[in-house]
Structure formats: structure tokens, C-alpha cells
């Protein structure tokens, strides 16, 4: 069995800073490609980032200049800092993960309120 749990959310004003937490446990092989995705209420889940195991990154548009995805891959964890917030960042944010021998795994999401 596998788990990914996320930590580090909660309620920010806008213009505030969070930084999420995923780590993954488990009888794990390898973990390839990590990702933050979001869905806020009524709407899809939506990719926010995503890192390879070697560190590159991607990020959706709503994202870029704002957020931050690293891994540390000795600790089979995922981060997403997050900057400037803004009230439609706020939704539950989930970590995944393509885990060996698993396949594409998900936390239980963790919950990003932006509200003065």
C-alpha cells in the first residue's frame, strides 16, 4: 500500500503566502512525476503543477510567477509554495503521484481558503 499526505493549508488573506506538503509512504519502488492539482467548489480538478523525478517543471497559467513546485526525492516528498494569493486560488489541492509500483496516486486533498 501507498499513501500521499498533504499538509499545510488553511486560511490566508490575499496577497499571503502558503506552502504545501505532500510526502508519500509506503513499500515504494520509485516515484516518477509529482503534482499539485486543485478543484474548487462546483468545478474540475485542475492541474496546478507538476515536477519530474530529475526536477523539471510545468505550470498552469494561473500559477506562473506565483507558485513554486520542488520535490526532494530522499524524503519522497512534494512541495508547492504558493505567493501573491488571490481569492480564487482558494479550493482543496491535492497531491499525485506516479509511484512504482502503484501507478498514479492521490492525497486526500487539504483545504486553501483566501479571504480578508
Known amino acids: 500500500q501507498v499513501q500521499l499526505v498533504e499538509s499545510g493549508g488553511g486560511l490566508v488573506q490575499p496577497g499571503g503566502s502558503l506552502r504545501l506538503s505532500c510526502a508519500a509512504s509506503?513499500?515504494?519502488?520509485?516515484?516518477?512525476?509529482m503534482a499539485w492539482y486543485r478543484q474548487a467548489p462546483g468545478k474540475q480538478r485542475d492541474l496546478v503543477a507538476i515536477i519530474t523525478r530529475g526536477g523539471t517543471t510545468n505550470y498552469a497559467d494561473s500559477g506562473k510567477g506565483r507558485f513554486t513546485i520542488s520535490r526532494d526525492n530522499a524524503k519522497n516528498m512534494v512541495y508547492l509554495q504558493m505567493n501573491s494569493l488571490k481569492p480564487e486560488d482558494t479550493a482543496v489541492y491535492y497531491c499525485?503521484?506516479?509511484?512504482?509500483?502503484?501507478?498514479?496516486?492521490w492525497g486526500q486533498g487539504t483545504q486553501v481558503t483566501v479571504s480578508s
Open positions: 499525485n503521484a506516479e509511484i512504482e509500483p502503484f501507478g498514479s496516486c
Open positions: 509506503g513499500h515504494i519502488l520509485s516515484i516518477y512525476d
